[in-house]
């Protein structure tokens, strides 16, 4: 019992080392001056569900806005929205469809100076998609909670404006009358953003 403790006590040390460390290794100077980040960009996005897919396309654009907050260091907290828009066509039974989707999305990350133009950002977070669906003569609501993981890399092109590419996953689902379906999907595009 008393070697368990013991155990338990260097490990917790050697933790809070670790912790300390990373912090000294990356230092508040690496960190952006600016405390707020405002970034408006244009996706890709592909969604998780084939059935979406084959209806909508396999692919569209969806714009996001993200507003990011330097918490500690080159900690941060950020949050986000997203939506989709797009007709699609349902081949078995020849009738249009459409579909609307919104994402909304917060969470934490962490923001590393690469050099003095470029920097690398990480995001982990919460995603809430909601959509509605206008198809075979009837309208379907539904929305899913879930998760959101996500990388930027910024180039600044002045002190506070910089131009940024994205990537993202975000995965939900939801039970309908069909069954359960999926939500979320991958991106990937550019943008611009702002630090103030």
């Known amino acids: 019992m008393k070697q368990s403790k013991k155990s338990g006590l260097q490990s917790m040390i050697l933790s809070a ?3 300390v460390a990373l912090s000294l290794a990356c230092p508040g100077a690496d960190a952006p001056a600016r405390k707020f980040m405002a970034t ?6 592909q969604a998780a ?3 979406y897919r084959n209806i909508y396309g396999e692919t569209v654009v969806m714009p996001e806005i993200k507003i990011t907050y330097m918490v500690f260091r080159n900690f941060t907290l950020w949050g986000g929205f997203g939506l989709t828009s797009k007709k699609g066509f349902i081949e078995e039974v020849e009738e249009e469809a459409e579909i609307r989707q919104n994402l909304f999305s917060i969470g934490v990350g962490y923001a590393q100076k690469l050099s003095a133009r470029l920097r690398l950002r990480g995001e982990l977070g919460l995603a809430a998609i909601t959509f509605k669906e206008e198809a075979l003569g009837g309208i379907q609501k539904g929305s899913g909670l879930g998760w959101k993981l996500g990388a930027d890399l910024d180039y600044f092109i002045a002190k506070q404006l910089f131009v940024f ?3 993202a996953y975000s995965a939900a689902s939801d039970n309908v009358e069909t069954g359960k379906i999926k939500l979320g999907g991958l991106q990937a595009g550019v943008g611009l953003g702002f630090a103030f």
């Open 165 to 167: 590419l994205a990537g």
């Open 40 to 45: 408006a960009g244009v996706n890709v996005f």
């Open 17 to 19: 080392f670790l912790l």
């Open 49 to 51: 569900s084939s059935d």
